[in-house]
């Protein structure tokens, strides 16, 4: 199973970013899909959540109007389209797939894709 995020880097207040998360080695389109972020001494927050169709999407309020998530289960690929960048979002991002299946939880992880807001 792999989780690889691209996408980060550094961009000034007001710009934006897009990430991508590429999955391998599962069952792409069953699984829920989520970016999370953690900030240097904060915990991990989550960002933003598609389901394993597409159909629902849900946003932390700190991004609301600012942040969107897509996924293309075709490419088993999903994104975080970032725009209206401010300095609080500078924060390294996860990629996580969730499915509970059958009495079991499948949880996986990227190895994060640092992003830094700043003039």
């Known amino acids: 199973v792999q989780l690889v995020e691209s996408g980060g880097g550094l961009v000034q207040p007001g710009g934006s970013l897009r990430l991508s998360c590429a999955a391998s080695g599962f069952t792409f389109s069953s699984y829920v899909m989520n970016w999370y972020r953690q900030a240097p001494g904060k915990e991990r927050e989550l960002v933003a959540r598609i389901t394993s169709a597409g159909g629902t999407t849900n946003y932390a309020d700190s991004v609301k109007g600012r942040f969107s998530i897509s996924r293309d289960n075709a490419k088993n690929t999903v994104y975080l389209q970032m725009n209206s960048l401010k300095p609080e979002d500078t924060a390294v991002y996860y990629c996580?797939?969730?499915?509970?299946?059958?009495?079991?939880?499948?949880?996986?992880w990227g190895q994060g894709t640092q992003v830094t807001v700043s003039s």
């Open positions: 996580n797939a969730f499915s509970f299946k059958r009495g079991y939880e499948y949880d996986y």
